[in-house]
T-cell receptor, first 114, second 120 residues
Framework: KQEVTQIPAALSVPEGENLVLNCSFT??????LQWFRQDPGKGLTSLLL?????REQTSGRLNASLDKSSGRSTLYIAASQPGDSATYLC?????????????FGKGNQVVVIP | GAVVSQHPSWVICKSGTSVKIECRSL??????MFWYRQFPKQSLMLMAT?????????EQGVEKDKFLINHASLTLSTLTVTSAHPEDSSFYIC????????????????FGPGTRLLVL
């Protein structure tokens, strides 16, 4: 069974600092890994998707890396802003279970202090 | 990106009543939709996969008679929580798969905004 762990569970940083969020998964046989953002009481917004053959993806201030063999991904957010305050969820898509469904971590809850 | 809506956004009900939650794909037809449940500070847990025109596939431990899923059209799936109890209070999120993306590694899902259910 695939297990996804996100560390730290929560963190607060002053505005302008870089954020580093970690995700680990137990089964390296994945199709892809995806980072989502979830605001309180809201649904999920996809941020970055990394295919299993890729090492990283970048979008603006966001950069996500993937080391499939070690079961790790890191989301970097450069020059954090108060608007980056949210919960960031990591999810891996695993094969062989019918609908190729996503396995989610519990999230990294981020507060950026102005 | 594609839009998925849910209605209602929040609901409070008395124990023993039934609650229906709607999930709609607004600008694409979704043959497959997923229902998740999220408890505070926990990860999203897949409850069931809803396929248009056929019976839903439930995850282990999810009671199909308690969580009724109907996917009668290509843009609408409903989740009915029957005889709700306080332990059913949770955040329910649906997701719709974009057609033609169920191939290896390219599947695309869009998530709804969620429905907060509080059972008193």
């Amino acid at each position: 069974k695939q297990e996804v762990t996100q560390i730290p569970a929560a963190l607060s940083v002053p505005e302008g600092e870089n954020l580093v969020l970690n995700c680990s998964f137990t089964d390296s046989a994945i199709y892809n890994l995806q980072w989502f953002r979830q605001d309180p009481g809201k649904g999920l917004t996809s941020l970055l998707l990394i295919q299993s053959s890729q090492r990283e993806q970048t979008s603006g201030r966001l950069n996500a890396s993937l080391d499939k063999s070690s079961g790790r991904s890191t989301l970097y957010i450069a020059a954090s802003q108060p608007g980056d305050s949210a919960t960031y969820l990591c999810a891996v898509r695993r094969p062989g279970e019918g609908n190729n469904r996503l396995a989610f971590g519990k999230g990294n809850q981020v507060v950026v202090i102005p | 990106g594609a839009v998925v809506s849910q209605h209602p956004s929040w609901v409070i009900c008395k124990s023993g009543t039934s609650v229906k939650i709607e999930c709609r794909s607004l600008d694409f037809q979704a043959t497959t939709m997923f229902w998740y449940r999220q408890f505070p500070k926990q990860s999203l847990m897949l409850m069931a996969t809803s396929n248009e025109g056929s019976k839903a596939t439930y995850e282990q431990g999810v009671e199909k008679d308690k969580f009724l899923i109907n996917h009668a059209s290509l843009t609408l799936s409903t989740l009915t929580v029957t005889s709700a109890h306080p332990e059913d209070s949770s955040f329910y999120i649906c997701s719709a798969r974009v057609p033609g993306t169920s191939g290896l590694g390219v599947e695309t899902q869009y998530f709804g905004p969620g429905t907060r259910l509080l059972v008193l």
